[in-house]
């Protein structure tokens, strides 16, 4: 019993470091800095992954984002949601955006 439980501990965890690192934490800052934004009954809109599809994804992150989001201050820390987050941060939200987006394998509502 001691041994199963060791090796499903051991499975576990190879599994959870082989995920790259920004499938971790693409989910949790989208959590932090978009759907404190945007979650049910936000004024500013209601968005989740599933919300567009990845044409629309990329078409936001390429075209729009940098203008609609200039002066948007995160609404827990005060600083500006672009000098909260690093380029990778950002690339990391992207990703999990894209990969959950309505036409994807995995649609996501993030909770
Ligand atoms: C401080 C609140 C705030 C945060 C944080 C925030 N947004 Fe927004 N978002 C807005 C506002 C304000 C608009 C402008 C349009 C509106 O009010 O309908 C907007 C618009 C949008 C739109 C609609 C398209 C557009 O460009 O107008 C999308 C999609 C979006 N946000 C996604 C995100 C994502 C992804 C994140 C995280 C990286 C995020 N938002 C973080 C406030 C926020």
């Excluded at 001691?2 to 599994?15: D, E, G, M």
């Excluded at 920004?22 to 978009?34: E, I, T, V």
């Amino acid at each position: 019993m001691r041994c199963a439980k060791i090796i499903f501990l051991i499975l576990t965890s190879a599994v959870l470091l082989a995920l790259p690192a920004s499938a971790q934490d693409g989910k949790a800052l989208y959590r932090n800095n978009c759907k404190v934004c945007h979650d049910k009954g936000s004024l500013h809109k209601q968005y989740a992954p599933m919300t567009l599809t990845q044409a629309q994804w990329r078409k936001f992150y390429s075209a729009k984002l940098a203008a609609s989001h200039a002066t948007v201050v995160h609404p827990n820390t005060g600083k500006k949601l672009f000098e909260s987050l690093t380029p990778e941060q950002m690339k990391a939200i992207q990703r999990f955006c894209i990969d959950h987006a309505a036409d994807s394998e995995a649609p996501a509502t993030c909770g």
